[in-house]
T-cell receptor
Framework: KAGVTQTPRYLIKTRGQQVTLSCSPISGHRSVSWYQQTPGQGLQFLFEYFSETQRNKGNFPGRFSGRQFSNSRSEMNVSTLELGDSALYLC???????????FGSGTRLTVV | GENVEQHPSTLSVQEGDSAVIKCTYSDSASNYFPWYKQELGKRPQLIIDIRSNVGEKKDQRIAVTLNKTAKHFSLHITETQPEDSAVYFCAASISGNTPLVFGKGTRLSVIA
């Protein structure tokens, strides 16, 4: 059974650009969550999608957005990139409310 | 919203000794408490979780205890080995309803 797949693994972008990250959950998992991981702040929740609907949203500016497709794949977009957006972006999926989250390997975004 | 505090931030133990990491949470409605292990450059992996209807759970050398009254839970690793060296994160949520809120992590070093 394939795990959570995130693409790309690494990205380097310039300030002001925008970026789209992709996450394919474990087959059958309909819930996808996104987290930002930085050395100083740890794992910060961005948003959660379930059956194409955003169920929860963290305290991030509107530059951060996401969506989920009918096949449960999810994308997150960051517009007008800032240096502080440099981080590891992790996606996690779960199969039901009583199951744990499985994380992908993440996309490491560097903004220069 | 939920707030999770984790201590200590770093922990060094001799191989074979025990390690204990403690977390406190603020929302008394939280009922799901997982622990994740993240090795350098890798994704967080779920190692054990506990729900509020039990006070303790064990899996080989790893155990988690939960004190709902005091709103704290702890990870216990016995007979530590060098491969236990990693960053450990605790988290809390209201299962099925709210996202996981993570502690800032504990960097465990097991010295051979």
């Amino acid at each position: 059974k394939a795990g959570v797949t995130q693409t790309p693994r690494y990205l380097i972008k310039t300030r002001g650009q925008q970026v789209t990250l992709s996450c394919s959950p474990i087959s059958g998992h309909r819930s996808v969550s996104w987290y930002q991981q930085t050395p100083g702040q740890g794992l910060q929740f961005l948003f959660e999608y379930f059956s194409e609907t955003q169920r929860n949203k963290g305290n991030f500016p509107g530059r951060f957005s996401g969506r989920q497709f009918s096949n449960s794949r999810s994308e997150m977009n960051v517009s007008t990139l800032e240096l502080g957006d440099s981080a590891l972006y992790l996606c996690a999926s779960r199969g039901g409310v009583s199951t744990g989250y499985t994380f992908g390997s993440g996309t490491r975004l560097t903004v220069v | 919203g939920e707030n999770v505090e984790q201590h200590p931030s770093t922990l060094s133990v001799q191989e074979g000794d025990s390690a204990v990491i403690k977390c406190t949470y603020s929302d008394s409605a939280s009922n799901y408490f997982p622990w994740y292990k993240q090795e350098l450059g890798k994704r967080p992996q779920l190692i054990i979780d506990i729900r509020s209807n039990v006070g303790e759970k064990k899996d080989q050398r790893i155990a988690v205890t939960l004190n709902k009254t005091a709103k704290h839970f702890s990870l216990h690793i016995t007979e530590t080995q060098p491969e236990d060296s990693a960053v450990y994160f605790c988290a809390a949520s209201i299962s099925g309803n709210t996202p996981l809120v993570f502690g800032k992590g504990t960097r465990l070093s097991v010295i051979a």
